[in-house]
């Protein structure tokens, strides 16, 4: 089963993780939505046999890197500053990442280290940074 980790639990999250978890027993999905208020998550989950709720800090780099190394694939829902820390994680871990905005010069400057590691991160409209 691949688990995908979906970081951040608000409102414009909430779409993609229903749709996930629509698609997990299709899929063969385990969906881990990580967030700093663990009710939202649970919320968000609504008791799905293929979801489960984590508590998330992501200024924690010890449960943001846990989060991450258990994950296949991670999909950053926060703010576009908070993107950093979750991609430096994912490129020491070797996961994919999806994030749902704009691509910022930091992001940018991953690159290479994303490239030579045969990673995708994928920005709001699917293209990779580089």
Do not use: W
Request: proline share 2%; with cysteine; net charge negative.
């Amino acid at each position: 089963m691949r688990k995908i980790l979906v970081i951040g639990a608000g409102k414009s999250a909430s779409f993609l993780i229903k749709y996930l978890l629509d698609k997990s027993s299709e899929e063969n999905l385990h969906i881990i939505v990580g967030d700093i208020n663990i009710q939202n998550a649970r919320k968000l989950i609504n008791d799905h046999e293929n979801g489960q709720a984590i508590n998330l800090d992501i200024f924690s780099s010890h449960s943001r890197q846990e989060a991450i190394e258990n994950a296949d694939i991670v999909v950053s829902m926060l703010p576009a500053r908070f993107h950093i820390e979750v991609a430096k994680d994912c490129i020491t871990y070797n996961k994919h990442m999806v994030t749902a905005s704009y691509i910022s010069d930091e992001m940018k400057a991953l690159d290479e280290q994303v490239k030579e590691k045969g990673l995708v991160f994928m920005n709001e409209i699917g293209v990779d940074p580089g």
